[in-house]
T-cell receptor, first 116, second 116 residues
């Protein structure tokens, strides 16, 4: 089975540009998560969706960040305009329907973003 | 207060020896789940093992076992017969609340280095 797919794997952009990160969750998973990982702050949850509906976006750092999930197989995280402090690895993860022992989140390979 | 505490920033272990990575957690919720993830230098996050708060027995997955001490609120990861490929960052994580609530908090990680 294919795991979580993220694209691009690497992104280098200039400050002020729009950045769009993409994620395809594992088929059949009802939950999708976006995380950001930096040396300073570790792994932070930005937002998560259940059945394509955003449930908790309290981790989104500011209005420059937005996330959508138009259908069960696709999600985007957009940063507009991007800033150097947004440089990080962005992970997408998905999880099956909630149930005892089924909450495991499976991570994609991540997108390494560098904003110059 | 930190919800997940990993007090060992770095650990060394001799190849073929066992190693314990510490994790303590803080929650007042009776229903929670504990996870361990491995992040090798390539960057992906790999799920290792899960322990539910109501599970009577410690979880085991191959060479990984979780030493769950509920009263002490600790969930240490034990890796037996260490291999060079075990060198990586290891993250402890906790999901609070019943299975329908998916928000997971991660610790700061422990960097394990296996010495030949």
């Amino acid at each position: 089975d294919a795991g979580v797919i993220q694209s691009p794997r690497h992104e280098v952009t200039e400050m002020g540009q729009e950045v769009t990160l993409r994620c395809k969750p594992i088929s059949g998973h009802d939950y999708l998560f976006w995380y950001r990982q930096t040396m300073m702050r570790g792994l932070e949850l930005l937002i998560y969706f259940n059945n394509n509906v955003p449930i908790d976006d309290s981790g989104m750092p500011e209005d420059r960040f937005s996330a959508k999930m138009p259908n069960a197989s696709f999600s985007t995280l957009k940063i507009q305009p991007s800033e150097p402090r947004d440089s990080a690895v962005y992970f997408c993860a998905s999880s099956p329907i909630a149930g005892v022992g089924q909450e495991t989140q499976y991570f994609g390979p991540g997108t390494r973003l560098l904003v110059l | 207060a930190q919800k997940i505490t990993q007090t060992q920033p770095g650990m060394f272990v001799q190849e073929k020896e066992a190693v314990t990575l510490d994790c303590t957690y803080d929650t007042s919720d009776p229903s929670y789940g504990l996870f361990w993830y491995k992040q090798p230098s390539s960057g992906e996050m790999i799920f290792l093992i899960y322990q539910g708060s109501y599970d009577q027995q410690n979880a085991t997955e191959g060479r990984y076992s979780l030493n769950f001490q509920k009263a002490r609120k600790s969930a240490n990861l034990v890796i037996s017969a260490s291999q060079l490929g075990d060198s990586a960052m290891y993250f402890c994580a906790m999901r609070e609340g019943p299975g329908g609530y998916q928000k997971v908090t991660f610790g700061t990680g422990t960097k394990l280095q296996v010495i030949p």
